[in-house]
C-alpha cells in the first residue's frame, strides 16, 4: 500500500505539534510524564531540604519532593513542589514542616489533623517553621558561654584547692585505697563466677530445690489437702463436751487422792493406820513361823503311823534361821 504525500505532510504536522506541546510543557515545569498526584507547600526557608527527599506521614513515606520554585523574585518564599507516590488521604488542615536530621538530611513531614477533606492534584498545604534540635542554639550561646567560664573559674579553684589537699600522705593512702578496691574487684569476680563460685553453686542448690518441688508438686497437694481434711475433722469435734469429761475426771481424782491421804476406806485406813501396819506384820510374823514349824516338825501336825511315835518336840517361837529362800 502507497502512502499519499498529503497523508505524510499530516502526520509529520501532528508529530511536530505533539513534540511542541510536550516540550512547551516541559520548559514550564511540568512533567508529562509522571501523572503522580502532586500538591504544593511554600516556606521561607529550606534549610537543607533537596530535591528528592523523603515526605513522610508518621514516618512513614509518601512521596518525594520534586521541585523548588520561588514565588516572586526577591525570593521571599519558596514554592515546594511535593509528588505524592503513595496512595493515601491527606486532610486538607493538615500542616507540614522541614525537620532536620541529626546528620545533616532533611525532610518534609506532615502533621495531620482531622477533617472529612482531602487534598487534591494541585492543592497547597499549610506550612509551619520547625525550629528543630538546633533551633534556639544560637540565642542560648551567649548565656551558655558566660556558664561555662564561671564553671571553669570554679574548676581553677577546685583543682587548686585539690592540689593542697592531696599531699605525699594523702596521695599514699589513695593508691592504697585503689589497692583495696582492685582487690575487692577480684574477689567479687571470683564470687560470680558462674562455674566454681559459691554464689553460682547455691543457686544451682536453689534450682535443684525448686525442681523438686515442682516435680513432687502432686505429693505436697495431696499432703496439704490431707492437712486441710484433718483439721476440719478437728474442728468438727466436740471439744466443749470433751474438755467437760476431762475435768470430772480430773475432780474425780482429786477425790480420790483425798480419801487416800484420810483414814477413810480399806486403802486409806491402811496407808495412813500404823496399828493396821503392825497387826499385819504380826500376822506375816506368825505365819512364818507356823510353816518353819511345819518343816521342823511335820510329824506334830501330820500322826498316821502304826509304830511310829508321837513327836514330842517344843513348838517354835521364832523363824529358824534360812541361808537359802525355802
Known sequence: MKINNETKVGLLTVGALAILIIGFNFLKGKDVFNRTTKIYAVFTKLGSLAKSNEVKINGYTIGTVYAFE????????IKVTI??????????????????GLLGTSNITIEKHESNVYLKDGDYMKTREDPGIFGDLPSQAGSTLANVRVSLDSLKVVFSNLNKVLDGNTKGNLQQAIAN???????????????????????????SVSENLRKNNDSITATINNAKQFSEKLSRLNMEQTMDTLQSAIMDLKKTI??????????????????LYNKLND???????????????PKRYVNFSVFGKK???????????KDTIP
Open 70 to 77: 520561588p514565588t516572586n523574585k526577591n525570593v521571599d518564599s
Open 181 to 207: 578496691m582492685a582487690a575487692a574487684t577480684s574477689s567479687l569476680t571470683k564470687l560470680l563466677d558462674p562455674e566454681k563460685s559459691t554464689l553460682a553453686i547455691t543457686l544451682r542448690n536453689a534450682s
Open 311 to 321: 513327836d514330842k518336840g517344843g513348838a517354835l517361837t521364832s523363824p529358824s534361821k
Open 83 to 100: 509528588s505524592v507516590t503513595q496512595d493515601v488521604l491527606i486532610p486538607d488542615n493538615s500542616i507540614a514542616y522541614i525537620s532536620a
Open 258 to 275: 483425798a480419801k487416800l491421804s484420810s483414814n477413810q476406806g480399806t486403802l486409806g485406813a491402811l496407808i495412813n493406820d500404823k496399828k
Open 283 to 297: 500376822v506375816l510374823l506368825s505365819a512364818e513361823i507356823l510353816m518353819d514349824d511345819l518343816r521342823a516338825h
